[in-house]
């Protein structure tokens, strides 16, 4: 038996049963016409521009820090609240670029993962090696979705508590970092048991539970060292100044709630990121395209949510080499060759709210 992938990808939760959706997706063949056209399409769009990729991320940046000082220095409780949400917004999308390190040749553009590391990713807790080394695993033809998968769950095959669970556990993230960083990196120096745990499980931006990571090695080992040094002299610093009062824990716990907040936001989008209804066999290219998710213009919010070319996912899973300023127009070109069987068009969704929908659905029929 085989089925089409544009009509197994336009089939909705109402009309057959996730389990069953589950089953046809690892039967989904590739779609051979939209591959050849994502790769004929999109070959002069693979190179990152630094003029975007630096200008973008400084302003966001320095847009998030200049918020988060509004927020902590205002007096009225409103303008704390609006430069907070203001601050999690800029820091949020200026901490999606450790996605594009992740991907990027960094010839390309020079000095990126050291300015990305020094102005987000040690302040925030999130250096860039607990992404790098994982990330394109989960872009993995025979891994993706399988248990090897460090960013991957049957979301939608599970029981309905395992979805405000998931967004809860992100709130406490900013904790977690800080106890790794500043008590168990430097312990683990000297307790060789501690320290394959600290590698293992505490050492990369998974979801999957079962996910064990691999020391890393070569070039990879040193941006890790020199990485996790820098945000465990700094998380030692942050606590011995609120500890000693240099550091207000007014501040202290604002910045915390101000990166908790953009832990949140990001588990939110990543519940959305798939359809989370693979359980666990390897996938055909098209069958993992239709598992992921776009959310195309004219939609607006999703720039908010999906920031840094996240708002295309399903294509980032065809194209991970193409840098997020490129995606748009890889996508315009997609949409308007393809024809409209092509299964290009079924990984298309409108917003967040029903994607939540469909997927709390998913697991109060399948998890009950």
Same mark, same amino acid.
């Given at each position: #038996? ?14 057959? %049963? ?14 051979? +016409? #939209? ?54 917004? +800029? ?14 040749? /960094? ?13 987000? %990713?040690? $302040? ?5 090696? #607990? ?6 695993? /989960? ?10 998968? $460090? ?6 095959? #599970?029981?309905? !508590? ?11 993230? $900013? ?30 931006? &998974? ?10 090695? %070569?070039?990879?080992?040193?941006? !890790?060292? !020199? ?36 832990? &949140? ?10 359809? !989370? ?39 980032? /899973?065809?194209? $991970? ?46 998890? +009950?």
């Amino acid at each position: #038996m085989t089925f089409s992938p544009a009509k197994t990808a336009r089939e909705t939760a109402s009309d057959i %049963g996730v389990a069953a959706r589950a089953e046809r997706l690892k039967r989904v063949p590739d779609d051979k +016409a #939209m591959l050849r056209a994502v790769a004929e399409l999109t070959r002069d769009l693979g190179t990152a521009n630094p003029r975007i990729f630096w200008s973008d991320f400084l302003f966001s940046a320095a847009l998030g820090y200049a918020a988060l000082a509004v927020a902590i220095l205002a007096g009225p409780l409103w303008l704390k609240l609006v430069a907070a949400a203001v601050s999690v917004l +800029a820091l949020y999308r200026a901490g999606g670029f450790i996605h594009e390190v992740t991907h990027m040749k /960094h010839s390309s553009v020079p000095g990126f993962r050291f300015g990305f590391n020094a102005v987000i %990713g040690v $302040p925030l807790l999130v250096p860039s090696y #607990m992404y790098e080394g994982i990330h394109n695993l /989960h872009h993995a033809r025979t891994r993706y979705g399988t248990d090897q998968d $460090p960013e991957y769950l049957p979301l939608a095959l #599970m029981k309905p !508590w395992t979805l405000p669970v998931f967004i809860l556990v992100s709130i406490l993230a $900013p904790f977690a970092l800080l106890f790794r960083n500043a008590v168990l990196a430097p312990l683990s120096l000297f307790i060789p048991p501690l320290r394959k745990l600290v590698v293992e499980r505490y050492s990369g931006l &998974v979801i999957n539970p079962a996910f064990r990571r691999r020391p890393a090695e %070569g070039e990879a080992r040193r941006n !890790w060292i !020199w990485q996790e040094t820098a945000a465990s002299i700094w998380s030692i610093a942050l606590l011995t100044g609120v500890f000693t009062g240099i550091i207000p824990l007014n501040a202290f716990l604002i910045f915390l709630g101000i990166v908790s907040a953009v832990a &949140v936001l990001n588990q939110i989008r990543t519940l959305v990121a798939h359809l !989370w209804e693979n359980d666990g066999e390897p996938l055909s290219v098209t069958a993992q395209f239709l598992d992921s998710v776009n959310v195309p213009p004219p939609g607006l919010l999703p720039a908010l949510w999906a920031p840094v070319g996240l708002r295309y996912h399903a294509l980032h /899973h065809l194209l $991970p080499s193409v840098p997020y300023h490129a995606l748009g127009e890889a996508h315009r070109r997609l949409s308007a060759e393809l024809a409209p069987d092509s299964a290009y068009h079924s990984a298309s969704y409108k917003g967040l709210p029903g994607l939540a929908f469909r997927l709390a659905r998913s697991t109060m029929v399948r998890g +009950a």
